[in-house]
């Protein structure tokens, strides 16, 4: 059976599900225990929902055996980020401060995904309120990269990328704020989107920065992301920041012929100093294979690339201080550890979001504060947000001469695990080459090229697409045709 | 340049935001701070006069939904979570002394 978990997709799984090769109950059962073997040396879950992916998995059989016609995600187990509500099951975000929460009502993605009648196997590990680029972060556990142990799987969506790498799922939930799908994607060796922010609900996703995050797929193929994401996207009442927008059968089936046609941008600023000599090799032979395609390239620029880190790391903390105020160590938590009778409201705050929260949120909830402080507002925040309107402007002023852009992912292959634990900046530069985009609501994804020998390990390399507002069927597309080559 | 942040903004910045700091987590705390902000300079390099502000993530407007009335509550579930209450209340210490 771990032979044909290591071979199923969204796309291989439907198939046999259609044509009787295995039932959903099967499959269910031997992922939960290849979960059992694997997931001791990995720790990609926090916590697992095996009753209740049995009984979702008989019903697909039910299903099926009556003759009635179903979707590709009938049955299909999924992990699933610990920051995206599930109705009854814990949702922690990898945080102390929420250790005993249970969910009270499903996100909007879940909702989706259980009109389509998915399978979630449990609940993935994350960066403490997706405040990582590692996995380090989790106030519970390090995941380990399931290619060299020694190593992080990226973050924040570490547990998702490393359970679908280990073949510990078929596929999974992310979220992406400044890279937290797209680098585990590629760290792990699979593929990530971050979708057009607007896209996808954000209901039920437990916010970080409200204005940047969007769920999205990590999956084993581009295909199967296409799958993933036409199933969560779409218009959902419960959040206002959904543009209420649906994508076409474009997006499973896309036209070589239009993707052909496509000019690919390569970012000067992109191309520089402090890339392995693994991640640039990865890059440009995904450039040759895109070439052999029939694709035209084009060298272009953007300008205020090198501003975007900073950028982010103002406007981030300062949306992270204020989705943060609501964790008062009382109203999500059955914790009163921490809180004897007797104290004041004012003592149970400090000691409860003392002890609660990790190094990595209280820093952003500190510095968020500060720099929406009176008299350092206009030199911080509000300076930022003019930053992130000349970032937008160099990405709309050069998606005027090319459709999309290929980068690198990040500037290494996955580190060692404790090797950035202790200087924030130098982990924050992971994210060099998936937060510009992010600042300007673009949609990316992170795909596979090949792996590289590093020590003594082989560790994968990925290559980024972005894509206009709203354009996925491009970066989708053109990654479907890639891994066909 | 001495740095926007010293131990007594710092200690005033975890009152305000209602975190509890030990003597370690804030001498490691200021330091990163006081590293990161020096990273921020660079934006002051950047001339930002008459560049409108981007609040928001996708430049959307107004997104409205039907104003329609609508059973839809989940009160109890929260209710079922509170660490102490009364008459399904959560009951919390006196505010004020």
Known sequence: MATVLENLTLKSFHEGLVNKKFSALEITQAVFSHIKNTDKQIGAYLSLNENGAIKDAEKVDVAIARGENIGYLAGASLAVKDNILIDGLPATAASK??????????????????SENAVFLGKANLDEFAMGSSTENSGFKITKNPHDHERVPGGSSGGSAAAVAAHMAIAALGSDTGGS????????GVVGLGPTYGSVSRSGLIAMTSSLDQIGPITKTVEDSAI?????SGGDSMDSTNANRSYGDELLNPNLDSIKGLTVGLPDEYFGEGISAEVRSGVETAIEKIKSLGLKFKKISLPHTKYALSCYYII????????????????????TEHAPQNTK???????????????????????GTFVLSSGYYDSYYDKAQRVRTLIKKDFDEAFKEVDVMLTPVAPTTAFKIGEKANDPISMYLADTFTIPLKLAGLPAISIPVKQYKVGSKELPVGFQLIGKHW?????????????KL | MSSPINKKTLEHLAELARIKLNTQEEEKLLQDLQKILEHFEELKTLDTAGVEPMSGGGGLKNI????????NTNQRAGIEQFPDKQDDYLKVPPVFE
């Not at chain 1, 993933?228 to 969560?232: D, M, N, P, R, Y």
């Not at chain 1, 409201?345 to 510095?367: M, N, W």
């Not at chain 2, 409205?64 to 609508?70: K, S, V």
């Open chain 1, 316 to 335: 981030v903390p300062a949306e992270v201080s204020s989705n943060s105020a609501r964790y008062d160590g009382i109203r999500y938590s059955r914790n």
């Open chain 1, 97 to 114: 401060i929420l250790e005993n929460y249970v969910a009270s009502y499903d996100a909007g993605v879940i909702k989706k995904l259980k």
């Open chain 1, 228 to 232: 993933l994401f036409k199933a969560i």
């Open chain 1, 345 to 367: 409201l004012y003592d149970i705050y400090l000691k409860q979001r003392g002890v609660g929260f990790g190094p990595e949120p209280k820093r952003r909830i500190i510095l």
């Open chain 2, 64 to 71: 409205f939904r039907d104003d329609a009335a609508a059973e």
């Open chain 1, 471 to 483: 354009r996925e069927v491009d970066i989708l597309g053109l990654g479907q045709y890639y891994e």
């Open chain 1, 181 to 188: 799908i797209r680098l585990p994607a590629s760290f792990c």
